[in-house]
Nanobody, 116 residues
Framework: QVQLVESGGGLVRPGDSLKLSCVAS????????MSWYRQAPGKERELVAS????????NYPDSVKGRFTISRDNAKNTVYLQMNSLKPEDMAVYYC?????????WGQGTQVTVSS
């Protein structure tokens, strides 16, 4: 079965960096787009970054463009999210997401806390 396991979250100060990882299993990782979403308390889940199956197409919303970088290693079935210049408004639970054969799958999430 499809499994997504995120890691790398933590408590950081404004301006710091953090790198999240998501290890995937149960499907042919190299054939699918992968995405990172986040959800802050009281807010809807929002897309943070998406990357195509071979990494040649990437999308970011304006809120993170220039600060966040998504990447993937298809040999390791892993997608990454490098987050730089973190702001308090980046604080959220970050989720890995994939659509496989019409079904949507999510990881359990990893908490990112940005506070001085």
């Amino acid at each position: 079965q499809v499994q997504l396991v995120e890691s790398g979250g933590g408590l950081v100060r404004p301006g710091d960096s953090l790198k999240l990882s998501c290890v995937a299993s149960g499907f042919t990782f190299s054939s699918y787009w992968m995405s990172w979403y986040r959800q802050a308390p009281g807010k809807e889940r929002e897309l943070v970054a998406s990357i195509s199956s071979v990494g040649n197409s990437i999308n970011y919303p304006d809120s993170v463009k220039g600060r966040f970088t998504i990447s993937r290693d298809n040999a390791k079935n892993t997608v990454y999210l490098q987050m730089n210049s973190l702001k308090p408004e980046d604080m959220a639970v970050y989720y890995c997401q994939v659509f496989v054969k019409g079904y949507e799958y999510w990881g359990q999430g990893t908490q990112v806390t940005v506070s001085s």
